[in-house]
């Protein structure tokens, strides 16, 4: 079957492949489909792939970029905040000449979302967040990756370990094991000062008033549910979908709720 990188790359098929100068950073953004820009922010592991945007490309034009120090990217140690994160795709739209987008984010890629939507709803249609991170919640707490043996680590992502087992190493993979180093060392960087996120990120939360879609999973062994009620009450125009069957990587194992994602946005696409 191949590595299992080779194999993440086959979930990408039919997508095209640009690789861009941002800043000095070496940018690899996969697009596919036509209409309105739908642009997928991923998480902190981007080993598991992209299969689930397919069903996006039959109404958007979708973009899915690696962020800096993740996938097929280039490294920045300059890139160590998630202001930087910010700042970047705010370039890297510039490049693409996106200037209005329907945003989706996930888990890390979820925290980075919204921030982007506190300071650029202007430019947002429509925002999904699935079990994003960044908000700290004391009680219940998240869980800390960090702390997870790796042989653990599928029974906390997902509520049935089979879904990730085609995208795990059976024996020696260093290319695999390579990329998940260099993706562990960007978020260690990213949360080195602030492990459990932004303690300030709830005070802003009020100014985005885009739209929203809160995705969580009944069973996320990460980031606990109750934690979606709290992301709903800060969020002025958000609205929660739970998802059942599903921990926290709920599009990989539930990828049906792309279409309820795609629905959502599409209902402001249509308007734009």
Request: proline residues 7%; charged residues 20%; glycine residues 8%.
């Amino acid at each position: 079957m191949g590595s299992v990188v080779e194999r993440t790359k086959e979930t990408l098929r039919g997508f095209n492949r640009r690789e861009l100068d941002i800043n000095g950073v070496k940018t690899v953004v996969y697009a596919a489909g036509s209409g309105a820009p739908l642009v997928y922010l991923h998480g902190a592991g981007t080993f598991p792939g992209f299969a689930f945007a397919q069903r996006w490309t039959k109404r958007f034009q979708v973009f899915i970029p690696y962020h800096p120090g993740f996938g097929e990217s280039g490294d920045d140690p300059r890139i160590d905040s998630m202001q930087d994160y910010v700042l970047h795709y705010l370039d890297l739209f510039d490049a693409l000449k996106i200037d209005r987008l329907n945003l989706v984010g996930s888990s890390l890629g979820g925290w980075l979302a919204a921030e982007l939507a506190i300071t650029q709803q202007h430019r947002l249609n429509r925002l999904v967040l699935i079990a994003p991170g960044g908000l700290v919640v004391d009680d219940p707490p998240a869980v800390d990756l960090f702390t997870v043996p790796p042989a653990n680590l599928p029974g906390y992502l997902v509520r049935d370990p089979a879904v990730l087992a085609p995208f795990m190493p059976t024996g020696h993979d260093l290319e695999f094991m390579t990329q998940r180093y260099r993706e562990i060392t960007a978020t260690a960087r990213l949360t080195f000062e602030n492990p459990t996120g932004n303690r300030k990120l709830a005070q802003w939360l009020h100014r985005v008033h885009t739209p929203t879609l809160l995705v969580w999973g009944e069973d996320d062994g990460i980031k606990p549910l109750a934690h979606a009620k709290v992301w709903q009450k800060l969020l002025p125009k958000a609205r929660l979908d739970t998802v059942s069957n599903a921990g926290h990587l709920v599009l990989e194992e539930q990828p049906a709720v792309a279409d309820v994602i795609a629905h959502f946005c599409a209902k402001t696409a249509r308007r734009a």
